[in-house]
Nanobody
């Protein structure tokens, strides 16, 4: 059983940056594809990004390409999401996801964190 704990969310002005972290425990972190999804009020959960176990392959949702960067540190069992040039439409609860498949399915799978709120003010 893998436990995922997100941190780093908060309130930021448009154009600003935040870095989310997701710490994993209870499993072999380096075996999993790690990723991020987000869900805004009244909307479906949306794929943001994922990174293969080796860190050598990444994918991004169209809405965040060029602004967000995913990375991982297998020694620290942690995955990061660096979010730059934030927009009000990035406001959502961001969820960490771990699964054995790469890339993650559009709906995600495997294990989920509890989520962290990101709010971008205009």
């Amino acid at each position: 059983q893998v436990q995922l704990v997100e941190s780093g969310g908060g309130l930021v002005q448009a154009g600003g940056s935040l870095r989310l972290s997701c710490a994993a425990s209870g499993g072999t972190f380096s075996s999993y594809t790690m990723g991020w999804f987000r869900q805004a009020p009244g909307k479906e959960r949306e794929f943001v990004s994922c990174i293969k176990w080796s860190g050598g392959h990444t994918r991004y949702g169209d809405s965040v390409k060029g602004r967000f960067t995913i990375s991982r540190d297998n020694a620290k069992n942690t995955v990061y999401l660096q979010m730059n040039s934030l927009k009000p439409e990035d406001t959502a609860v961001y969820y960490c996801n771990a699964d054995v498949r790469y890339p993650l399915s559009p709906r995600g799978g495997g294990y989920w964190g509890q989520g962290t709120q990101v709010t971008v003010s205009s």
